[in-house]
């Protein structure tokens, strides 16, 4: 499967990665974060080039992970915005500058320390259950297949198909996935 079909597969990480794997991407993200929002800024602070920024910028809009916001008329110029989907890789951040910290900082320690201002102390991000609040360790939790998943592999049973392995299911099912949503948005008019 090509890079620009990542999107098709039936894994939440690969259609996030579709939107945000490229690593100007995060960048951009991480400093719409600490308050960046002109195109010039964003120029100045991660030195990409101008193309570059533009794709990136225009992708994250189109996959509505920002806004366009005008913010002077003559000319039209516009700052860009985090929408709530934005928002919402906040934690991705928090968490991958955390695994940056413990794995890559060196000597000199992390570069950024968090500061929770609700307690007035110093935190790290922790992935919790959120049912009963234990840390969740990769040995104690197990991947469950989901509608389509579970849907593509009694279709191979039916037919007698080999069934891939668990890591190749998501890329797999993607020709499926798109046959099984078609017949479902069908069967709910």
Not at 105 to 129: D, F, I, M, N, S
Not at 151 to 165: F, H, K, W
């Amino acid at each position: 499967m090509k890079w620009d079909n990542i999107d098709e597969q039936v894994c939440s990480v690969a259609r996030a990665l579709a939107v945000v794997g490229e690593r100007w991407t995060l960048l951009i993200v991480r400093d719409a974060f600490k308050g960046t929002r002109r195109f010039d800024d964003f120029h100045r602070n991660l030195g990409v080039t101008r193309h570059r920024l533009t794709e990136r910028l225009n992708g994250l809009v189109d996959a509505g992970v920002m806004i366009k916001v005008p913010y002077t008329d003559r000319p039209v110029r516009y700052e860009y915005r985090l929408t709530r989907k934005g928002l919402g890789l906040y934690p991705v951040l928090l968490t991958l500058s955390h695994w940056g910290d413990e794995w890559l900082a060196g000597q000199e320690g992390a570069p950024t320390v968090y500061w929770h201002t609700r307690c007035g102390k110093l935190t790290a991000p922790r992935v919790t259950c959120s049912e009963c609040g234990d840390p969740l360790k990769p040995e104690e939790v197990a991947p469950r297949h989901g509608v389509v998943l579970d849907a593509y592999v009694q279709a191979c049973r039916d037919n007698n198909d080999a069934i891939p392995s668990e890591a190749g299911l998501p890329a797999a099912a993607a020709d499926f996935n798109q046959r099984w949503l078609a017949q479902h948005s069908e069967e709910s008019k």
